[in-house]
């Protein structure tokens, strides 16, 4: 990441690290487990995708663009938590540590996810941004993250793990389960800075293809990468749909390149420190 990323990250890592929900109480457990899977580390790709966007075109929002920023990273890590259950994937390893359900318990790890997915919201609630903004954000997330977005997405990644899919189906299925969030994260800004429709609805299209060339890329990490290296279980993808399983690697590797180049494409449309932004965030992360 370049220098500014790497201090607007560093900034937000801070700023997460001192919000992260807070229920003390007399169960043993619980207040750590909410915090576990934040301390263990991450990309923070969404929350950077969206901060990149007000830092771009309003740098003093950026403080105030932090709350909604964390409550995108608390969404996602809800549904990391959820995804690692026995009853998806049964993971036992996720941000190179160990997942919560095998730290804890299955129960355990079920209620903190469902207290960060709640969590979220409370975070936008709290951020100093006008309300009709707040509003504005809350819809979108959710709209996103829930019913038709990420959870529709999951739904259809478990009921055809072992049917396979065709690659508009796949493609449908990952616009859902990982897109639409990062797609979000990116609207998310633009609402917050106020940009014109059009280009709030250029920087949700891009954010779709970036979700979808997040997912390639991920599914080759999982196809080319042993556990140590990806820091989460690896070569586990052999009966679900993947790229890598329906192209094979070559084809999805193919397929990253098509869709680095229909987003750089994009990106020209957009103002000059922006698109410098996006384009060192494309290098970084998927070249």
Request: proline share 4%; net charge negative; aromatic share 8%.
């Amino acid at each position: 990441m370049p220098s500014q990323g790497n201090n607007l990250l560093q900034e937000f890592e801070h700023f997460l690290q001192s919000h992260l929900p807070d229920a003390p109480s007399f169960h043993p457990t619980y207040n750590l487990a909410l915090k576990e899977m934040f301390i263990a580390g991450g990309k923070r790709f969404r929350p950077l995708m969206l901060l990149e966007v007000v830092e771009s075109y309003e740098p003093q929002l950026v403080q105030n663009a932090f709350w909604v920023a964390a409550a995108i990273e608390m969404l996602h890590t809800y549904s990391l938590i959820h995804d690692d259950l026995p009853t998806f994937d049964d993971s036992k390893l996720r941000r190179g540590h160990p997942t919560l359900h095998t730290t804890y318990d299955e129960v355990t790890a079920t209620l903190i996810g469902d207290a960060l997915n709640s969590h979220s919201f409370l975070m936008i609630t709290n951020a100093p941004l006008v309300d009709k903004v707040k509003i504005i954000l809350i819809k979108e997330l959710s709209q996103n993250g829930g019913t038709d977005g990420m959870v529709l997405g999951q739904a259809i990644d478990c009921y055809f793990e072992d049917k396979k899919l065709t690659i508009d189906e796949l493609t449908f299925l990952h616009i859902h389960k990982t897109a639409k969030l990062i797609a979000a994260s990116m609207k998310m800004g633009a609402i917050i800075v106020g940009l014109e429709k059009k280009t709030e609805d250029l920087l949700y299209d891009i954010g779709l293809n970036i979700g979808l060339l997040f997912q390639v890329q991920d599914d080759i990490i999982d196809a080319t990468f042993t556990s140590d290296e990806a820091g989460k279980p690896t070569n586990n993808d052999n009966s679900k749909n993947s790229f890598t399983n329906l192209l094979g690697v070559d084809g999805a590797e193919s397929e990253k390149q098509k869709l680095i180049s229909k987003i750089e494409t994009q990106i020209d449309q957009l103002g000059p420190v922006l698109k410098k932004r996006l384009l060192t965030s494309i290098n970084i992360y998927f070249k």
